[in-house]
């Protein structure tokens, strides 16, 4: 079955899907894509179709090990073959534009990993791209949404739990940073964009507005830092720049009146994947931890004092009661890293074929909101300055 190389994506049983990317967002993606209709009951089979990456060897071996049926080490040739319906992207970030913006132009729905590019620049030009093709439908991996934990807490934001919000405390911190780290990508400027901020509060400044349902408005101050300047060369006994921010801070206002803090790096001694975030409203409070994923901890201050504290919430019920929860194991057989990216897989399939996700699914327009907010960050940080939202377009 072959279907046109441009116009609308095929509607079929099949849905027919290419992967740029081949090592660690390549292998998660490609045991989502592998295992989301064996859990999931869905309009649509996933067909593995074709794996992309540089090295002919690797790739050969990676697509047998995760059954993808054909590869190739040429990224154009997968965005324009006529019989994929949708281009997962999976590379270092600056190399999400040119792939993705193919791939929209040959009328594929197109998965881009986060954050969507480098760049603003970038960003606008794929968040317009995704706009012109109309018949396209694009998503971006910002896989925490669909922990059930946090699934649970936007629910529950939703029914008016907490009341008024007035604060958001988000970190995401990780330590592998150091000096004995060597160069690679996620050290260059000109491939990354930057660093921590891009990788680690991308995510949370997504995980900050998909909660809250609300923008942000102005960030206040911020402040970036380089702690190691350059890194040993893989394969050499030389040294190269590393040229993008271990950390970045920054304090911002919500449009709706809550403030907020956030802190992401790469050289926070002691903690390994600390991604975690509070809220507190004037009705009650959430926070999560996803170093324990499957809890959400939730304060209901309507209780009074007599009995209100923070209540440890197992959000594995297979009742129904906890989004995503009852497609996998039993109570409390806990889920993982992988099943956030399975579940994203579940609602992109479901997405594609005009059923509603479970909850809201990123799209390249939602992702450059989150890049702008990224982008002000960083022009406070140099400037020195506030920064209002509606000075970056
Ligand atoms: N959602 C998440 O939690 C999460 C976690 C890690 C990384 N990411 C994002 O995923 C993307 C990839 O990160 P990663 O950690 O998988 O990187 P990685 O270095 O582990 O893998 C990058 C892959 O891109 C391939 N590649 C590079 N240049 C290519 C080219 N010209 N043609 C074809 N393939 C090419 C490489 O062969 C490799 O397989 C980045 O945008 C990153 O920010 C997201």
Redesign the pocket.
Known sequence: MRGPATGNPRMSNELFVGL???????RAHSNAWGQVNRFFDLPRRVELQAA????ADELAAFSARFGWKTHT?R?EDLASDPKLDLVDV????H??LAPAIAALEAGKHVAC???LAGTLGEARQLRDAAKKAKRSKTFV???YRRCPAVALARQLIQEGKLGEIHHVRAQYLQSWGGPDTPL??RFQKKQAGSGAH??LNA?IVDLARFLTGDEIGEIHGAVARTFVQERGIPGTDKKGKSDVDDTVLFLASFRGGAVASFEASRVATGHLNANQIELNGDKGALRFSFESMNELWFHDATLGPRTAGWRRIVATSTAGEHPYAANWWPDAHVLGYEHGFTNMAADIVRSIAGIEPVVALPDFADAYETQRVLEAALVSAKERIAVRLSEIR
């Open positions: 740029i990317g081949q090592k660690f967002m390549g992309c990456g540089r090295d080490t990224w999976a590379t270092p970030n190399l999400h990993e986060k954050p991996w910002f896989n690679s990508w891009g990788d995510h």
